[in-house]
């Protein structure tokens, strides 16, 4: 629900919401207040698998702040629930399951320069009942501090999934449902784009590499140390070692296919970033060439095995060698080259 009418969604292969509350509000869907009736909306099918909602959304009149325990979404499989509460002001929410957590100093409002919407991530498991509340839809801020909250779901009243509020007013600009599975801000976004790409692609292949059974990546690699290669800064190379960086370089996609573009080819450009570290460099360069062996050998056996969606195409490696006295890290870089071939108008599988 991209801030249409719910019961009417865009696009394909999304399934409507039931409920008749609220109305539109420029692009956004409003819903209270002092012209839009209140109420929810709700999938109709019952929910028997892990869920995962995103939900971003403001409280656009001081008059109309939602009260205290007003829901306003909700994961409910039958035997665990998960809500989503005003606290009754623009500053605070509740996460409600067998316990409450809250998140503080919120800006529901909007009345900061430059505020945008609050988003919130709820997920919950169906057979353990473990639920999760990511606030803007991410683990942890700029200083390390941690945003989520973890709790166990209550005691679930009948299966629905639904959003909305019958107090007060909140204006809604984008709800993403599923009932594929309870997925972390690293595991499912918003964008079927960067899902392909960034989420399946590069932390895919980092998945691979973290539960590798071979000698190096499983002893002497730190899983803490295998990680996307956001900052490849000579500092934060060198902060773990050894250490191994995957870095998307590039994406290109040269061939449409059919009308409308309903199927794209793409190709990746990965690199590999091995480190390793030592006063000996002959050493540290010959232990990271039994990592980045270790890293062909997983990702050549285990990645681009979906002949006509999903390829392996080509790789090469540059090794690094010591040019300065002062050396003492060595860095072997490993790129690979993927092909895959896409269709956009649908949601993939994050697998």
């Not at 039931?18 to 099918?45: F, P, R």
């Not at 059919?258 to 190709?267: D, I, R």
Request: with cysteine.
């Amino acid at each position: 629900m991209d801030g249409n009418d719910p019961t009417i969604p865009t696009g394909t292969q999304n399934l409507a919401f039931l409920g008749s509350a609220g109305e539109a509000s420029g692009k956004n869907w409003k819903i209270g207040g002092d012209v839009a009736t209140n109420g929810y909306y709700t999938l109709a099918d019952p929910l028997t698998t892990d869920c995962t909602l995103w939900i971003a959304f403001s409280y656009t009149q001081s008059i109309y702040i939602p009260a205290d325990g007003t829901v306003i979404a909700e994961i409910d499989n039958g035997t665990f629930q998960l809500q989503l509460q005003s606290d009754g002001t623009t500053s605070g929410l509740k996460v409600v399951g067998a316990t409450t957590e809250t998140f503080s100093g919120l800006d529901l409002g909007m009345t900061d320069i430059g505020a945008i919407p609050t988003v919130v991530r709820l997920t919950l498991n169906k057979t353990t009942g473990a639920a999760k509340a990511y606030l803007f839809d991410i683990e942890q801020n700029d200083v390390g501090d941690i945003l989520s909250k973890s709790l166990t779901g209550g005691t679930g009243a009948s299966s629905n999934l639904d959003f909305g509020n019958n107090n007060g007013e909140v204006t809604f600009y984008a709800v993403y449902v599923t009932t594929m599975g309870a997925f972390t801000p690293d595991e499912m976004v918003t964008s079927n784009y960067t899902n392909v790409t960034l989420i399946q692609t590069a932390f895919g292949i980092i998945d691979v590499l973290k539960t590798a059974s071979t000698y190096y990546l499983k002893n002497v690699v730190d899983p803490a140390a295998i990680m996307y290669g956001y900052d490849i800064s000579s500092n934060m190379a060198v902060l773990y070692t050894p250490a191994v960086h995957v870095l998307i370089r590039r994406i290109d996609s040269p061939d449409m296919y059919s009308l409308a573009g309903s199927s794209a080819e793409y190709f990746f450009q990965v690199e590999v970033y091995i480190v390793t570290k030592g006063t000996d460099y002959r050493n540290c360069y010959r232990e990271g060439m039994a990592i980045l062996g270790e890293c062909l050998d997983e990702l050549y056996s285990k990645t681009g095995l979906k002949g006509s969606t999903d390829s392996l195409i080509g790789h090469d490696a540059r090794l690094d060698a010591r040019l300065d006295p002062d050396d003492q890290v060595c860095c072997h870089v490993l790129n690979l080259r993927y092909m895959r071939r896409v269709d956009l108008s649908r949601r993939a599988s994050t697998s």
